[in-house]
Structure formats: C-alpha cells, structure tokens
C-alpha cells in the first residue's frame, strides 16, 4: 500500500469513526462520553482536522469492539453494532436480577412493547 499523507489518514480515521459512531446511532456527545472526549474533538476529528492519541484510538477500538487497524484501514470491515443504543444497559440490568425475577421483567417488558 503507498504511504499516505498525514492529511490523508487523518481524513479516513474521520471518515471511520463518522461510520462507526453512525452505525451505533450515537451523536457526536454520546460517542465522545463512551472513549472520553469532548464533542467538539470528536467533530474535529471526524472531518480530519485533529489527530488521535494511540491511547484515543486504543479506547475506541476497545469500546466499539474493533482492531485499530479497521479505524483507518477500509480494507478492515467494521462490524455491525451488535446491539441497539440502550440494549447494553437493558441486559446488564436483566444479568443483574435474581433468577426468580427475570421471567417477571421479561413479562413487564412484553406487556409494554405489544
């Protein structure tokens, strides 16, 4: 693969991270809360104008569930979300129940969607 520019690869980490933020329906502030930046950093980044760190990139790997080469590498699928936004929070609090309890939740939840 050639080398690309530093503006290059910062345009395609931008385009990335807008792909995968998108894919997981988050806004630019939920995306920032989850890897531990400001919005605004966030936007920057997305449109090329600002760097991450190794540690920055590391995190969002790690949160999102990607190797770091898939947030720059668009040879390097990335995965769809495996979850719904708020999901994550659903089953932590359903794994959290007591046995006895969870048959009851998953009731109330069934009456309330239908």
């Known amino acids: 693969m050639p080398r690309l520019r530093d503006f290059d690869l910062l345009e395609r980490l931008?385009?990335?991270l807008r792909a995968l933020r998108e894919a997981h329906r988050?806004?630019?502030a939920e995306f920032g809360?989850?890897?531990g930046l400001e919005a605004e950093t966030v936007s920057r980044v997305e449109r090329g104008h600002q760097p991450l760190s190794v540690a920055n990139l590391a995190r969002v790997a790690t949160v999102f569930g990607v190797p770091i080469a898939a947030l720059v590498d668009p040879e390097v699928p990335l995965p769809p979300p495996a979850l719904e936004?708020?999901?994550?929070?659903?089953?932590?609090a359903y794994r959290a129940l007591p046995p006895e309890l969870r048959g009851v939740a998953v009731k109330m939840?069934?009456?309330m969607v239908g």
């Open 14 to 16: 931008g385009q990335r």
């Open 26 to 28: 988050l806004t630019q």
């Open 33 to 35: 809360e989850r890897v």
């Open 85 to 92: 936004p708020g999901e994550l929070e659903i089953l932590a």
């Open 109 to 111: 939840l069934r009456s």
